[in-house]
């Protein structure tokens, strides 16, 4: 496909711009070099197996235009403050990741009512798995730049509501803004790196977001701490709706100033849809974002996932009419998904590229993401905390140094792996290894994560897991975008990111669903009679249960309650993560330094273009013998990568 919107032959005006930035010397050179480009882009446009094919001109999407057409004016300096900004962002979201979560005690105590914060934490988990594919959509129609500054004011938006809200409800609506605004830059630093990165080099630049989590972990308290001595939660909520912006500034401009560039130098097209009428442009836009299959998903994942925890809550369970309904419509809403996502004439740019499944290496990598994050929320989260200082006896801050370990241990084997692969030029054999080492955690989390291990036998369990789910995360998505050409590398990434958090989501559900059955239960049939009373405050409240003495009768019937129950979700996640190596070893074992995906490394032709543009403004002398020496140098030198 074409960029330039010329043919060959001895006329070039169709490149001339009203400044006229180029003579037609060079016109005929650039058009030379960027058909060799395109002509290359296109050869290696298959991977290795031939799954790989180059998108119509027609079928490209305007952002992945804007894009393709950025990378034409990408420098190495550019591409330095783009992912300077890229960790800024990510070091703020993670810091105040852990700031706000030692704030949200005081913030809701603060309320008179707390009832609907367990179901708010539900549908936020629904929000995180929803919001990836639709705002992929957004990068790839409208372009990056609109796209990061949608989920900047979503962003905004709801720590503004949080710090302003004055009842539980409004604190609640608010969350669901905030978990949609910080999913969104998620998925989209991530469709950046893949835009801006080769395969080789972009498992390490995957990790760049985590890498902040390192330091944050252990910042975040003391920050939260301060704030409440000196100032109010509100204030710890609302100070990052500044701070978030002025980190994303960098990344920002440059997207915007490169795109002007590309703008001046006639390698974005106009937008056609610009010149119709406003019922075209809605009907387009529509269409572009596929509306019906964001609701279809939106309603089949909600609809099915709320009503687990609902009817764990319910006085009546599963014989609520309700509950079952919405199940049922969930259902329906999920059977329907996949007919309309396959439809050209209902869904001609679908929300969910499915076609991609028809890729063993994508179905696989979807599967293993799902299974992987859904045995988490059976063995470390949510409930870990809860065990640690219960029936470990941990104090708060152990507790707290415990749980983080997982991803403590987790970022650093990812950053390994990123390393490996890159010299290794392979993926698949982590991604095994991780598969293997995480079931082998999970069996020891059965065995040696009981009443009476060890502080130490206990860290070296989440140290295992940790490290197993590192190797795990980044190789998969790595091979999943290997699976994809540059038109639906964002819709891939966030098919595999969807996975996961629907993975997470199920995880969350069902371990909510048999805690919030399994305690209550076991607490009646273990507790001694003189305290039977107090079975429902003993289950409702951490602090009741922590008031007992350990080696009391009551304590220790509480700590068989909830070894016993933890058990059972070790149990299930056990079996959740049995597909895992079979698994990884359906996923293509991928050359990845003959597979290219990447569209935004620094051109090898930016110095024509730039002297082209310098001598139109009067600031350059170079004859057009010394601009053909140029070209070939640069085609002599090959194409630049950022390594």
């Excluded at 446009?45 to 790989?52: M, P, Q, V």
């Excluded at 080769?198 to 498992?203: C, E, G, M, S, V």
């Amino acid at each position: 496909m074409s960029f330039l919107n010329v043919k060959p032959g001895p006329s070039y005006g169709a490149l001339d711009t009203d400044e006229q930035i180029m003579d037609r010397e060079d016109q005929r050179l650039l058009y030379s070099a960027f058909a060799e480009e395109e002509q290359e882009q296109e050869d290696h446009g298959y991977d290795t197996d031939g799954n790989l094919s180059v998108p119509e001109e027609d079928e490209v999407q305007e952002g992945v235009r804007k894009i393709e057409a950025i990378s034409r004016t990408w420098t190495q300096r550019a591409l330095v403050v783009a992912y300077l900004s890229i960790f800024l962002m990510a070091f703020c979201t993670s810091l105040e990741g852990q700031t706000v979560s030692s704030l949200s005690a005081y913030a809701t105590s603060s309320f008179s009512k707390h009832s609907l914060i367990s179901t708010v934490l539900v549908v936020q988990n629904v929000v995180n798995a929803v919001i990836k594919p639709p705002m992929a959509k957004v990068a790839d129609v409208f372009g990056r730049f609109e796209a990061f500054c949608v989920s900047i004011i979503i962003y905004i938006l709801g720590y503004i509501q949080m710090a302003a809200s004055t009842n539980v409800q409004t604190y609640a609506s608010a969350q669901i803004f905030y978990s949609a605004g910080s999913t969104g830059l998620q998925i989209l630093q991530q469709v950046f790196i893949a835009d801006s990165s080769d395969l080789l080099n972009r498992a390490m630049f995957a990790l760049l977001p985590e890498l902040p989590f390192l330091g944050t972990v252990w910042i975040g308290p003391m920050i939260a701490d301060a704030v409440l001595r000196h100032s109010s939660w509100r204030w710890g909520y609302g100070m990052w709706a500044i701070i978030l912006p002025a980190a994303f500034l960098p990344l920002g401009l440059t997207l915007l100033l490169n795109q002007r560039k590309a703008r001046r130098l006639n390698l974005i097209k106009p937008r056609q849809w610009k010149r119709s009428s406003w019922l075209d442009t809605l009907r387009n836009t529509w269409y572009d974002l596929d509306m019906f299959g964001l609701i279809l998903l939106s309603s089949a994942v909600a609809l099915i996932l709320i009503p687990l925890t609902l009817a764990a809550n319910a006085k009546d369970g599963w014989k609520n009419n309700n509950i079952v309904a919405m199940i049922v419509v969930g259902i329906f809403c999920l059977i329907l998904l996949p007919g309309w996502e396959t439809s050209k004439k209902l869904a001609p740019k679908p929300l969910l590229s499915l076609h991609l499944l028809k890729q063993r290496t994508v179905l696989a990598g979807c599967g293993l993401a799902f299974f992987y994050f859904m045995a988490f929320y059976f063995s470390v989260q949510p409930y870990l905390y809860s065990y640690l200082q219960v029936v470990q006896n941990f104090d708060v801050s152990s507790a707290g140094r415990v749980t983080q370990t997982f991803a403590f241990t987790s970022t650093i084997a990812a950053f390994c792996a990123s390393i490996l692969i890159k010299y290794t030029r392979r993926y698949r054999p982590y991604v095994t290894a991780g598969c293997v080492i995480y079931i082998g955690g999970l069996l020891s989390m059965l065995l040696y994560r009981t009443e009476g291990s060890s502080p130490a036998q206990i860290l070296a369990t989440q140290i295992i897991v940790g490290t197993g789910g590192g190797l795990l995360n980044v190789p998969v998505q790595l091979g999943v975008q290997a699976s994809a050409n540059h038109q639906e590398v964002a819709a891939a990434t966030a098919m595999f990111l969807t996975s996961l958090e629907m993975g997470g989501a199920v995880g969350a559900a069902i371990s909510g669903a048999v805690w919030t059955h399994s305690i209550p239960k076991k607490l009646r049939l273990y507790l001694p009679p003189e305290s039977q009373k107090d079975a429902a405050e003993i289950y409702g409240k951490l602090t009741k249960a922590l008031s007992y003495p350990m080696g009391s009768p009551t304590r220790l019937a509480i700590n068989r309650a909830y070894q016993e129950t933890m058990n059972n979700l070790l149990g299930l996640a056990i079996i959740a993560v049995i597909p895992l190596i079979p698994l990884s070893l359906l996923m293509k074992n991928y050359n990845l330094d003959k597979v290219s995906n990447c569209m935004a490394a620094p051109s090898r032709h930016l110095p024509l273009i730039e002297e082209a543009e310098s001598r139109n403004e009067g600031k350059s002398d170079r004859s057009p013998s010394r601009t053909r020496a140029r070209a070939r140098s640069d085609s002599d030198r090959g194409h630049l990568r950022t390594e």
